[in-house]
């Protein structure tokens, strides 16, 4: 045991002090990991900030500045004032999402027929479509805005009443359409009139569907984009470490330590074994190290200890075999260094390295389930934020195990053969 | 304490070792001497058991199989390619290399003491192997080979690329060695190293033996004649009666026996202005052996 304790700690050594190797380790998974988390974290935080709308006012008249008015006070769109040609430039080019124009003739009317909506042209690229909906929705609160405006005040809104039957020219003069309008808006004049204020103001007020703030309570879904960037990514580090490890192997053979170590009293079984000891603690702090600092600086929760670290375990036991299997796969550094990388990175990015699990599309997670790495990948997840039971557990970790053994196996048969 | 018993091992088209026997006794340090590719590596891997030979049987000190714990723990190797680890300090090196065979706590701290003194590089031992030089690199070779005292030793060519200093340093190391009782195998193709090194040389060549025994006895049956040359300081009056062949008044002669020939010219009257004798050496033996000089 002493001797394969020393040549685990000898390989540790050497790991330690290759900057290289310790870079595709620690620093990059660590960097994907809180690029990744704070990129899909932006995009959520991208959806709340206010949409940006081109706003062109041809009129300027009162009615059509009393719009922007009313649509600069909604919060969640934002107006840049553009000429209409720049406004329409900044859509084709994808700088705005969308122009509004208000075209000369909107304020035209008086009195409460003022806003005609007939001038107002609204350009979107069709393939925005939840924007669309979403403009749509503030585009229609601003226009019902200024009626409710014009209503909410009874005296107000006699007047524009008053304003609009003269508007409709002289009584003489009136054809049938405006003679009906006339009639029936001196009527609603008169109901006006005769209303008591206090009760009209109430019941005129328009209001939408009020909102509710929830907070997220938990549940088997992620919290915050990092609880799937950080399994997700440390599968990077476990790809440097099976690569850096299969590499020491090589190097070993091809420097001549090899060949040191095999007319030496150790057996096959301490050298491998020390191997496959430096490669299994290697294994087991980076993941430490990446979930720790996930915990403490990224809002990782800590649900389950246990069962992160029983996904660890089995984990490092996979990566392990992988390791003794992939060194088997070249004689040179060079060799073995591409052929772990041609392997492990398809098997990486189908199994939940590259795109998340969670948004892989169907046909996807079906391949991944060939991905030793997916079920590392599951298994952590399982214990971060997928609520797994023990007996949940047991597939992913089960299967990390199988597939650690069965590559262990694999590799030290053939190793031992390549050895003479 | 070394048999090697019609050694044979074929590398596709290549039979790198065709049929070696010698043995080596307790104690004697034992030259191959050999062109590149004649053979040595591999004749010294399958004595340590880390090629099996195609045919043939190697015996280390009794013990019929050289991969047997009880024949690996009294074998050291320093090979020919640095087999040490760059990115280790000169005292990790040993130190791993110590703990392999077994040694432990204060055992192997002074081992490593001595190992690195040994190959003087205490000085050097916290840094780095790759930022040592050449001739360092292969005393810390060296040191990684001896750390666990080992009864045999093999030394796969232990001054290739080392400057005159390193080298008698080395030098020094394996005599002190062998004043020790260690057995030694050296690999070499510097004639001059195996003459000062070596009790008897084995000449190999394409994978065979060609000849072996003492340095005196090699150049003894194999080396030829002696090569006297001499400037003479007036012409003889009788040319016809020196012996070799006279250029004006240089002279060139050829015997088995320089001295005779000396006294013979002395005689005659005839004074030198410079005189030349080359012995032959182990170069002329391995000329003559094979019609081809062991360097070009
Ligand atoms: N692993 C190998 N595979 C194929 N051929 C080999 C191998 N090892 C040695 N040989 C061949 O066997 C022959 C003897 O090689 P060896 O290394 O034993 O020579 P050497 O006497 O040690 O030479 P040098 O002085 O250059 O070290 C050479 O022709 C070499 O090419
Ligand atoms: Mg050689």
New binding site residues.
């Given amino acids: 045991m002493h001797r394969i304790v020393a040549i685990a700690l000898k390989d540790l050594r050497l790991l330690i002090r290759n900057r290289e190797a310790l870079f595709w380790v620690l620093a990059f998974p660590l960097m994907m990991a809180v690029l990744f988390g704070a990129i899909f974290s932006g995009m959520g935080s991208k959806a709340r900030k206010p949409m940006e709308v081109a706003i062109v006012d041809e009129d300027q008249s009162e009615a059509s500045k009393a719009f922007v008015g009313r649509l600069k006070s909604q919060d969640s769109v934002k107006l840049v004032v553009k000429s209409r040609e720049g406004g329409l430039a900044a859509v084709r080019t994808g700088k705005l999402v969308a122009y509004v124009l208000i075209r000369k003739g909107y304020g035209a009317k008086q009195g409460f027929m003022a806003g005609d909506n007939k001038k107002l042209e609204v350009g979107i690229d069709p393939s925005r479509r939840t924007e669309r909906g979403f403009l749509q929705g503030i585009l229609m609160k601003a226009v019902f805005g200024g009626l409710q405006d014009r209503m909410s005040n009874p005296a107000k809104t006699r007047k524009f009443i008053q304003e609009s039957v003269s508007g409709l020219g002289a009584a003489g003069a009136r054809d049938p359409e405006e003679a009906k309008l006339a009639t029936f808006l001196k009527a609603f004049d008169s109901y006006l009139g005769s209303v008591d204020n206090q009760t009209f103001k109430g019941q005129m007020k328009m209001d939408g569907p009020k909102i509710e703030a929830v907070k997220y309570a938990g549940g088997k879904r992620p919290r915050t984009s990092f609880e799937v960037s950080f399994p997700q990514s440390v599968v990077w580090g476990l790809l440097g470490i099976v690569s850096s490890f299969a590499i020491l192997v090589a190097r070993e053979r091809t420097v001549g330590t090899l060949l040191r170590l095999r007319i030496s009293p150790l057996t096959w079984t301490h050298i491998l074994g020390g191997k496959a000891l430096a490669s299994f603690m290697a294994s087991i702090v980076t993941m430490a190290l990446i979930f720790a600092l996930g915990i403490v600086g990224f809002g990782l929760r800590l649900g389950n200890l246990p069962q992160l670290g029983l996904a660890v375990v089995c984990t490092a036991v996979c990566i392990t075999g992988m390791m003794m299997l992939i060194a088997t796969f070249g004689k040179t550094e060079q060799a073995v260094s591409g052929a772990s990388w041609a392997v492990m990175m398809p098997l990486a990015m189908f199994g939940g390295g590259m795109i998340p699990l969670v948004s892989m599309p169907s046909w996807m997670q079906t391949a991944s389930h060939f991905s030793p790495i997916k079920w590392a990948v599951y298994s952590f997840e399982g214990a971060i934020w997928r609520d797994f039971t023990l007996a949940e557990m047991a597939l992913p970790c089960g299967l990390l195990v199988i597939i650690g053994v069965a590559t262990f196996a694999l590799g030290v048969v053939l190793l031992s053969r390549a050895k003479s | 304490m070394i048999q090697a018993q019609k050694l044979q091992k074929r590398?596709?088209e290549?039979q790198?070792v065709d049929g070696i026997s010698f043995e080596i006794a307790k104690g004697e340090t034992f030259g191959l001497l050999?062109p590149?590719?004649?053979?040595?590596?591999?004749t010294i891997h399958m004595l340590v058991g880390a090629l099996k030979p195609d045919a043939g049987k190697v015996v280390i000190d009794g013990v019929e199989d050289p991969t047997h714990a009880n024949a690996r723990q009294n074998i050291g190797m320093a090979p020919?390619a640095l087999a040490l680890y760059e990115n280790l300090s000169a005292e990790e090196n040993v130190s791993f290399f110590g703990t392999i065979y077994g040694l432990r706590g204060a055992d192997l701290a002074q081992r490593v003491d001595w190992a690195l003194g040994f190959t003087r590089l205490s000085d050097r031992r916290k840094d780095r192997m790759k930022t040592f030089s050449g001739g360092m690199k292969r005393r810390l070779n060296m040191a990684c080979a001896v750390v666990h005292k080992p009864r045999v030793l093999f030394l796969d060519?232990p001054t290739v690329g080392v400057d005159p200093q390193s080298r008698n340093a080395i030098f020094d190391n394996i005599e002190e060695l062998k004043a020790e009782g260690t057995t030694i195998l050296y690999t070499t193709?510097y004639m001059e190293e195996a003459q000062r090194l070596c009790d008897r040389v084995a000449i190999v060549d394409k994978g065979g033996l060609l000849a072996l025994d003492t340095v005196t006895g090699l150049i003894d049956a194999h080396g030829g004649n002696s090569l006297v040359e001499a400037t003479l300081e007036q012409a003889p009056s009788d040319p016809s009666a020196f012996p070799g062949t006279l250029d004006g008044l240089s002279l060139r002669v050829e015997t088995d026996h320089p001295l005779k020939t000396l006294a013979r010219i002395t005689d005659a009257g005839v004074h030198f202005t410079s005189l030349r004798v080359d012995r032959p050496d182990l170069e002329a033996v391995f000329l003559n052996l094979t019609g081809r000089r062991l360097r070009d």
Avoid: D, L, R
């Avoid at chain 2, 590149?36 to 591999?42: E, H, I, P, V």
């Fill in positions: 590398f596709g290549v790198a050999g590149n590719g004649a053979g040595k590596t591999t020919q060519e193709h």
